[in-house]
Each structure stands twice: as C-alpha cells, then as structure tokens.
C-alpha cells in the first residue's frame, strides 16, 4: 500500500526544501534581510547546503534559506523531518504525544517537544476575520481545562473547585465551522467583552447558556439566544437554532485529546494546544478539509512565527 509519507518531500531533503519554498514563496522568492522578490540565486561554491540563495540586491548580497523568519529557523532538525512531524500532527484527531513523537521520527524527546511547539505556532491563526460577520450564527461557551497553577487547590484548606481550574472559551462560527478558544485569565463580563470585541462581529447572533458573563456582551449583539442547562434545556424548542451543542462537539474532542495525549499541559502552554485543536478542527475533513490539505496549510502558516527555545523555556519558568 502506498503511504502519504513516501512522498518524496517528506523522505528527501533537497525535496523538502522545494516543497516548502513553492508554499512560503508563491509569488517569487522574497530576500528576508531586503524584501527584494527575485533577485537572488543559487549561493554556488562546493560546500553550499542545500537551499542557500544570495541576495543580488547591491545593498544586501546576503545569503538566505526559506527557513529565516519562520518557525524552521534555527532548527538542526531536517525539514523532511519537519515535514513528517506536520503531518503527523495535521493528521492525528486527538493529537500526538511529544513521546510518541519522538519515537516515530527518532529524534530526542526534548527535540520533539520543542518540534511540536513550533508546529502549533504555526497553526495559529493570526489572520482571520471576525466570526459570525453577514449576521451569522456565533456559539460562545467554556470548559474547565487542567489546574490553574496560579491558585492550586490546598486540600486541607480549600477543596479544589471551579476556581482552581483553567478555563478555555470557545466561539464556534456557525457560517465556516471554524473554531477559537482562549485561555481565561478570569471569567467575568468585561473578558467576555474584550474576546468579542476581538473576535465577533456586531452583527452575529450569539448563542451561549445562562451564565450571567454574557449577559452584558449579548446585549450589544444583533441577537442574544440563551439555552438554560441548569433546567435541562440544551435546545430551545420554539427556535431551534438556539443552542451551543456544536461547541459542546467541539469540547469532546478537546477534552479527549488533553485527557489521552496531554495530559501534562501545564497553564503556560494551554494556548499552544487550544491552537492546534482549533486548527484542525477549523480544518476538518466534514469541512471538505482533507489530512493533506490540512498538512499543506501549516506548512503555508509558517512564516514570521518565529519562536525560540528560550521563548518556550521562559514560558515554563513563569509558570513553575
Ligand atoms: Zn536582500
């Protein structure tokens, strides 16, 4: 049987390299130190790696790769390497452990770990329009998700409770099936406000529960539907079209994949895992979206995300 992963790009490194630059450079090769667009060519001499152009721009003449300025730079790891390791996260429903990873493309657990961070940055959608635009249907809802390190529960003093947990909000946009989440640095009214503010258009339907934090915010939409779970209402029955169970779908898979995969998220890097859900979910095959296309599109994320180890690291420190 033939596998995606014999494709050339994912076994040969000139191969890779051509791969990524035909997707990093659609419109023609752009210089990263001047901005010039084609004007550079293949560095010759005998001991050139793979992938090295000089800048003819007179100001410039500097050599590059299409690794500077994304997520690949700095890298020792091969990119057909890379590229097996985007696949590999592109295609797994609920994820891949950095241990399981490492496994499958034999490199170092610390390599892998920082690989698959990397790779999340570049799921990350930096660009997108406000969801629910054209009066569109927006479901908004959260879930507790792991122990807050800030305040973790003292058995003996203080049981652990909701405050004790992280908590994630997602928007679902009813119109594309894409999804957003966020890490919560306190669930009140005026987070609520800013997410939306951020992220919704003025003119989507909201669609949430009961909790009073969308009180405020809904008001100011076109329309605010409220299902009551506390009564055991998931669907109004008048309006159909008034509920949150695409997000409830949406937490499912979530929960399943920080429960069986990562377990051992801690808060500080709770935002890089709910990119990757939210990536693949925004991109999944009910959407048309197929493994290789979605592939395609992480590697098309890559560019000016560049995310250093020392970045990651310090992360780990504040939250320790
Ligand atoms: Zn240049």
Same mark, same amino acid.
């Given at each position: 049987?033939?596998?995606?992963?014999?494709?050339?790009?994912?076994?040969?490194?000139?191969?890779?390299?051509?791969?990524?630059?035909?997707?990093?450079?659609?419109?023609?090769?752009?210089?990263?130190?001047?901005?010039?667009?084609?004007?550079? *060519?293949?560095?010759?001499?005998?001991?050139?790696?793979?992938?090295?152009?000089?800048?003819?721009?007179?100001?410039?003449?500097?050599?590059?790769?299409?690794?500077?300025?994304?997520?690949?730079?700095?890298?020792?790891?091969?990119?057909?390497?890379?590229?097996? &390791?985007?696949?590999?996260?592109?295609?797994?429903?609920?994820?891949?452990?950095?241990?399981?990873?490492?496994?499958?493309?034999?490199?170092?657990?610390?390599?892998?770990?920082?690989?698959?961070?990397?790779?999340?940055?570049?799921?990350?959608?930096?660009?997108?329009?406000?969801?629910?635009?054209?009066?569109?249907?927006?479901?908004?809802?959260?879930?507790?998700?792991?122990?807050?390190?800030? =305040?973790?529960?003292?058995?003996?003093?203080?049981?652990? *409770?909701?405050?004790?947990?992280? =908590?994630?909000?997602?928007?679902?946009?009813?119109?594309?099936?894409?999804? =957003?989440?966020?890490?919560?640095?306190?669930?009140?009214?005026?987070?609520?406000?800013?997410?939306?503010?951020?992220?919704?258009?003025?003119?989507?339907?909201?669609?949430?529960?009961?909790?009073?934090?969308?009180?405020?915010?809904?008001?100011?939409?076109?329309?605010? *539907?409220?299902?009551?779970?506390?009564?055991?209402?998931?669907?109004?029955?008048?309006?159909?079209?008034?509920?949150?169970?695409?997000?409830?779908?949406?937490?499912?898979?979530?929960? =399943?994949?920080?429960?069986?995969?990562?377990?051992?998220? *801690?808060? &500080?890097?709770?935002?890089?895992?709910? &990119?990757?859900?939210?990536?693949?979910?925004?991109?999944?095959?009910?959407?048309?979206?197929?493994?290789?296309?979605?592939?395609?599109?992480?590697?098309?994320?890559?560019?000016?995300?560049?995310?250093?180890?020392?970045?990651?690291?310090?992360?780990?420190?504040?939250?320790?």
């Amino acid at each position: 049987m033939v596998s995606v992963l014999d494709a050339k790009h994912f076994r040969d490194e000139a191969a890779a390299y051509k791969w990524v630059e035909a997707r990093v450079w659609p419109n023609g090769r752009v210089c990263p130190h001047c901005g010039s667009v084609d004007k550079s *060519g293949p560095l010759k001499g005998k001991s050139t790696r793979i992938g090295v152009y000089k800048c003819y721009e007179k100001e410039c003449r500097k050599p590059f790769t299409v690794k500077v300025g994304t997520i690949f730079e700095d890298s020792h790891i091969k990119l057909h390497i890379w590229l097996q &390791a985007m696949f590999l996260l592109a295609s797994s429903k609920k994820g891949i452990s950095s241990n399981q990873l490492a496994r499958t493309l034999g490199v170092t657990l610390k390599s892998a770990w920082f690989l698959s961070h990397r790779i999340r940055e570049a799921m990350r959608d930096t660009s997108a329009p406000p969801f629910g635009g054209n009066f569109g249907g927006v479901e908004a809802d959260e879930t507790l998700q792991g122990v807050d390190s800030r =305040r973790a529960p003292d058995p003996e003093a203080n049981p652990p *409770g909701p405050y004790h947990f992280n =908590r994630v909000l997602t928007l679902i946009d009813r119109d594309t099936g894409a999804a =957003r989440s966020f890490v919560l640095t306190e669930f009140t009214t005026e987070e609520v406000q800013r997410i939306l503010n951020e992220n919704v258009a003025k003119e989507a339907y909201l669609l949430t529960d009961e909790a009073p934090q969308y009180k405020r915010p809904g008001k100011l939409q076109t329309f605010h *539907g409220t299902t009551n779970h506390s009564d055991g209402e998931y669907v109004k029955a008048d309006a159909p079209w008034v509920h949150t169970n695409t997000v409830e779908g949406y937490y499912s898979i979530f929960k =399943r994949g920080m429960k069986g995969v990562y377990q051992h998220c *801690g808060r &500080a890097h709770l935002h890089r895992y709910t &990119a990757e859900f939210d990536f693949r979910y925004s991109n999944r095959a009910k959407l048309g979206v197929d493994d290789v296309t979605r592939f395609a599109k992480i590697v098309e994320g890559v560019k000016g995300k560049r995310l250093t180890y020392r970045s990651v690291d310090r992360e780990e420190q504040a939250e320790a």
